[in-house]
C-alpha cells in the first residue's frame, strides 16, 4: 500500500503563484507515474497534469497549459506542481494520484483517466480570490 502525501495549498490572490508538493510514505514514488487532479465545489473531479515515472513524458489540461508545471525530484522522491497566473476558476481540492500499473500508460487519454489511479491523497485546498 502506497501512502499518498500532497502539501503546499493556501489562499492566495489571483496572478499569484503556489507549488503543490507530492510525496509517498513509502519512498516508493520514483515507480510510478503520477498526476493531480482538482474537484471544485459542486464540480466533478477533473484532470490538471500528469507526468510519466520517468519524467519524459508530461501531459496537461488545456486550461492550465503555459501556467502550470509538473515535475519530479528525482532524490527527493517527490512531484511538484508550479502553479503560476492562478485565475479564481483554479479553487478547487488539488489531489496527488500515483499509476503503478503495467503495461504503462500511453498518451494523454490514459494519464487522464482517474480509474488508473489507485493511490491517492487526501487532497489539499487552494483558494483564489479574484
Known amino acids: 500500500q502506497v501512502h499518498v502525501i500532497e502539501s503546499g495549498g493556501g489562499s492566495v490572490q489571483a496572478w499569484s503563484s503556489l507549488r503543490l508538493s507530492c510525496a509517498a510514505s513509502?519512498?516508493?514514488?520514483?515507480?510510478?507515474?503520477v498526476a493531480w487532479f482538482r474537484q471544485a465545489p459542486g464540480k466533478e473531479r477533473e484532470f490538471v497534469a500528469a507526468?510519466?515515472?520517468?519524467?519524459?513524458?508530461?501531459y496537461y489540461q488545456d486550461s492550465v497549459k503555459g501556467r502550470f508545471t509538473i515535475s519530479r525530484d528525482g532524490p527527493r522522491n517527490t512531484v511538484y506542481l508550479q502553479m503560476n497566473s492562478l485565475k479564481f476558476e483554479d479553487t478547487a481540492v488539488y489531489f496527488c494520484?500515483?499509476?503503478?500499473?503495467?503495461?504503462?500508460?500511453?498518451?494523454?487519454?490514459?494519464?487522464?483517466?482517474?480509474?488508473?489511479?489507485?493511490?491517492w491523497g487526501q487532497g489539499t485546498q487552494v483558494t483564489v480570490s479574484s
Open positions: 494520484a500515483a499509476d503503478g500499473r503495467h503495461p504503462r500508460c500511453s498518451g494523454y487519454g490514459c494519464y487522464a483517466d482517474d480509474k488508473r489511479y489507485d493511490y
Open positions: 513509502e519512498g516508493a514514488l520514483n515507480r510510478y507515474n
Open positions: 507526468i510519466s515515472w520517468s519524467a519524459v513524458s508530461t
